[in-house]
């Protein structure tokens, strides 16, 4: 079935590090690709997404490629800040008509001053 | 502009009790889900509908039941809780299947559950 492997956590980093968290997927055809945010007593919202291979999604100074080749989604922002402190998501949806997204099990990142 | 309301927000239960987590939604979206998100788990799909009078199973239905008589709401029933059913529940809406294309899954802000 389909699935979604991202980076273990928790990630720490310093104020204006470079972020990578590092997503791959298994899944059948051609799967829409999703980031989602969760920050702190909130529920998740879409933070970026890509619908076919080689987009790049890009929101809030994130940014991910769609990578069919190496069949990655990796998370990028060159400089985070303080309020980037949050749980990180990388979730699918597969072609073909699939109602249901599927979701990693999430990376903490806490971004210290 | 309510989006996604979810109650309540936290609950305790005793083991072998009963209730209801209570979802609403007001952007007429079609696609309705329920995910628990367990520590270090991510999220897993409880239940979802496509529409009013349509629901079906996710990847963990055991131990819980849905309806979905009108298209703004989505109930989840526990009906003998139990410790393994002590989570976080994420209701969520959207207009397009998972949130595809140009609309994106729109989630409530989450129910406490924790069975003691």
């Known amino acids: 079935g389909d699935s979604v492997t991202q980076m273990e956590g928790p990630v720490t980093l310093s104020e204006e590090a470079f972020l990578t968290i590092n997503c791959t997927y298994t899944a059948t055809g051609y799967p829409s690709l999703f980031w989602y945010v969760q920050y702190p007593g909130e529920g998740l919202q879409l933070l970026l997404k890509?619908?076919?291979?080689?987009d790049k999604g890009s929101n809030k100074g994130f940014e991910a490629t769609y990578r069919k080749e190496t069949t990655s989604f990796h998370l990028e922002k060159g400089s985070v800040q303080v309020s980037d402190s949050a749980v990180y998501f990388c979730a699918l949806i597969s072609s073909g008509g699939s109602e249901k997204l599927v979701f990693g099990k999430g990376t903490k990142l806490t971004v210290n001053p | 502009n309510a989006g996604v309301t979810q109650t309540p927000k936290f609950r305790i239960l005793k083991i072998g009790q009963s209730m209801t987590l209570q979802c609403t939604q007001d952007?007429?979206?079609?696609?309705m889900y329920w995910y628990r998100q367990d520590p270090g788990m991510g999220l897993k799909l409880i239940y979802y509908?496509?529409?009013?009078?349509?629901?079906d199973k996710g990847e963990v239905p055991n131990g819980y039941n849905v309806s979905r008589s009108t298209t703004e709401d989505f109930p989840l029933r526990l009906e003998l809780a139990a410790p393994s059913q002590t989570s976080v529940y994420f209701c969520?809406?959207?207009?397009?299947?998972?949130?595809?294309?140009?609309?994106?899954?729109?989630f409530g802000a989450g129910s406490r559950l924790t069975v003691l």
């Open positions: 890509a619908t076919k291979a080689d």
């Open positions: 952007m007429n979206h079609n696609y």
């Open positions: 969520a809406s959207s207009y397009s299947p998972g949130g595809s294309g140009a609309n994106v899954l729109t």
């Open positions: 509908s496509v529409g009013a009078g349509i629901t």
